[in-house]
């Protein structure tokens, strides 16, 4: 799942984008409100976390903008105003959820995934299904044929992608930009690694293969039928 974190505070923001991925996550993060307004416009995320005071345009008023354009993502709104009063207009602005600074972080993910299991926006997936292989984006597991699969949050964030994209090819680069947030590398063998761990924990002891390896564009997940 992709998250949109609109914070102002660089290192505050960095802090927060750090652990939803190690969270297996997908995280971007704007500084203020235009390019946040942007962003909302241009993509579409599962769920935001947006503060209140932010340069351009304030975090109030991006949520009303997006809620009167019929976007329901869900917002957490993380702010240092922490009256009654502002989370009541927090709440009536369009947020969801209403958490104040300082935080703890294990809450702010908890906040999170209650938003995500609500199912406030329509075009949230909270599940992923390739034949018998199942991904459950909020409880962040996997199953194939009901047995249980561990993975590592980079792991789970990798099989995310290739499952949304399932039947496609998924090229190196768009793994390394989507999955690890940074430009290609044509020397990199970090996918290789990662993609044979994961081979191996979803299709071993399976007659059937779902993750497969095209040679000289990328790798694909299908259903073998």
Do not use: C
Not at 104 to 127: C, D, K, M, P, V
Not at 129 to 136: C, Y
Not at 153 to 172: I, N, Q, S
Request: hydrophobic content about 40%.
């Amino acid at each position: 799942m992709r998250i949109l974190i609109v914070e102002d505070d660089l290192e505050a923001a960095a802090y927060m984008a750090k652990g939803l991925r190690e969270s297996g996550y997908a995280v971007d993060h704007v500084a203020d409100g235009k390019e946040a307004l942007y962003r909302i416009a241009a993509e579409t995320h599962d769920a935001m976390v947006v503060d209140r005071m932010l340069p351009g345009v304030d975090g109030l008023t991006i949520i009303k903008t997006m809620r009167a354009a019929g976007n329901k993502t869900p917002v957490l709104i993380l702010s240092a105003l922490g009256d009654v009063d502002d989370r009541v207009k927090g709440l009536k602005a369009g947020g969801d959820d209403y958490l104040t600074k300082p935080y703890a972080f294990s809450e702010l993910q908890a906040r999170l995934e209650a938003l995500l299991r609500r199912g406030g926006s329509e075009a949230a997936e909270t599940s992923l299904r390739v034949a018998d292989l199942e991904l459950d984006l909020v409880s962040r597991t996997a199953a194939r044929s009901g047995r249980p699969i561990e993975l590592k949050p980079k792991e789970f964030l990798l099989l995310e992608y290739l499952m949304r994209h399932a039947g496609h090819v998924v090229t190196r680069t768009m793994l390394l930009e989507n999955v690890w947030d940074y430009s290609f590398d044509p020397q990199t063998n970090v996918i290789d690694v990662h993609i044979s761990r994961l081979r191996h924990k979803i299709d071993r002891d399976f007659d059937k293969p779902l993750l497969h390896t095209i040679r000289g564009a990328g790798y694909t997940i299908r259903d073998p039928r």
